[in-house]
Structure formats: structure tokens, C-alpha cells
């Protein structure tokens, strides 16, 4: 790795993060991540599928791995996450009545979370509840649909009790966009009002080189300051990809530049708004491990910093040089 460029947590006013993977390209990214980040999120190894596959079975190997290997390198750790619809066994909502089901993710919660007190800070405790097309505002999982907002509130209150330090995140996508913003913005108001511990809203952000206009993502930053809520970005990248353009042989320099202002601009609300930001995570360490290059479909996808040999790219000095 390039050991002549500015450290990126040298270069912004909050914790600085990435995404990582247990597998062939830790080696690699770990020289990447201790030069760079501070802060570290498991891209799989925390899921539900990944820590209990079968019920009241855990395995936590790769958990542990990332969990010592971050712990001993003195980084941050963003453990995600415990409660998604996503990612998540059958077995999970298997002949369910609310009242199995919420046994069923108590003792989840209870069994990851406990293993990790003490080293994982920050838990994204639920993931992406909000369905703005709802009148109500909440995604119609089988979480929802076995246990209504009830499965919200338990996560969060089983969640203290097992580690009252750490911060307990409520995630979403698309919270920039002004429907899911407000949907969100909603459902924190009330359950905070009720008591339930949700320390911090966690934007994903997963954008591309032309959407959101940054205006959208500052103006979410300004909501949720407004309710007194600490706030993450947890999951950055910038697609190359648009609605217009779906492909690219080689996706060409110009469009990587464009990719380099994006994030240039992005930072820069990121520092104005710096007092309302704990962290920021971009998600993943460099372009040749990247969920982009199969979702939504399988096509070449360099949405981070580090290009695929590891290389600083225009991303890195949109982050590293403010505008
Ligand atoms: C992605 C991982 O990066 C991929 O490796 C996996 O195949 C699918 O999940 N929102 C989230 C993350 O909250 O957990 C997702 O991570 C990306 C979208």
C-alpha cells in the first residue's frame, strides 16, 4: 500500500471508517485499514445467518477474528447487525407467534451482543424498518408482520440491558430522500418519547456519481440534529452507475473524476456538519472487494476510495482534499 499520502483519519474531524470482510482480501486491507480508519464494521460476519444459522447454535469464528484483530490494532468496532429482514435464517420466523419471535431475537441479541461486550462501541440493532410507501412508515417484514413495532422497541430495550455503553443505531437507506427521511425522522420521535433507547440514526448512504443532490443528504443531517439524536454515516459508496448508464466496459477516467468530486462534495457537508456526525464508515476498503459489483446485478462497480491493486483514486483525494 501507498505509505506517501495523508492518513484519511488525519484528514477529517470524526471517526473514519471502513467496512471488511474475513476472507483473501484482509491481508491486504488490513495495512490499508490501520493507515487509514479508525473504526471497522464487519460486512457479513456479525448477521444473523452468519452467528446462528440453526437455533441456539452460534458461531462466532469470524467474528471473533475481526473482533480480536480490530481490538488488538486499537480500532473502533461497528458491530452489524442484529436485527434485519435480510440475511436472516428461516428458521427465524418459523411457526412464530410474536411472543416465539421476540424470544427468539432476545436470545439473539442477548448471546451476540453479550459475547462482544465492552469491544464492540456501537450496534446497528435494527436495519432498514422504514417503508415510506406505508402510511405508517414501517416495512412490512415478517418482523413487522409477526410482532408489529413491538420488535423495535424489544430490540432496543434488550439491547441496554445487555450493554448499557454501548450506542445503540437505528439504520436505514435512502435517508437522505425527503419521504424516508420524514418516515424515519417519525419513528425515532415517537419511540424516544416512549423511552426506547435509540442513541443514534445511522445513514447508510449508498449514492452514485449524479444522486442524491448533497443539499438532500445536509438537509437529513439538519432533521435529525434537530431531535437531539446522534447521527452516523455507516455505510458510504458512490456507485459509477446511474439510471441512464448501466455499463461500462472500462469505466472511464472522466467518470472516475466525477466519482473523486462526488465524494469531495459529500465531505464537505460532512465537515460543515461535523458537530451532528460521530462517524463516518465507507463500505468496504477498496474496489476489488465491493457488494456493487453484484448487486443489483454483476458488472464492474469501483465505488470506494482504493481502486482494486489498492491504489489511491480520485475518491481518496475528494475525501483526503476538502474543497
Ligand atoms: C452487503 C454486504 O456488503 C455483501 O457482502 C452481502 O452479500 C450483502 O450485504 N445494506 C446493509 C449491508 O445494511 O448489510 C449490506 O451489506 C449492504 C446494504
Known sequence: VQTDIPSLKDRVPFTVGAAFYRGATLGEHAKLITKHYESVTPGNSLKWDATEPAEGTF????????????TAEGLEFRGHTLVW??????????????EILLQRMENHIRAV?????????TWDVVNEVI???????????PWFEIAGLDYIRTAFRVAREVDPDATLVINDYNTEFPRKRQALYDLVKKLRAEGVPIDAVGHQLHVNVEQPPTSFIEDTIEKFAGLGVEQQVTELDVSVYTDFVTSYDTVPAEILALQGHRYREIFDVFRRQADHLSSVTIWGVADDATWLSSFPITRTNPPLPFDDELQAKPAYWGIADPG
Do not use: C
Open 113 to 121: 451482543m453479550g459475547r462482544y461486550k465492552g469491544r464492540i462501541g
Open 131 to 141: 417503508d415510506e410507501n406505508r402510511p405508517d412508515g414501517l416495512r412490512r417484514s
Open 85 to 98: 429482514h435480510s440475511q436472516t435464517p428461516d428458521w427465524v420466523f418459523e411457526g412464530a407467534t410474536k
Open 59 to 70: 458461531t462466532f469464528a469470524d467474528g471473533d477474528y475481526l473482533v480480536d484483530w480490530a
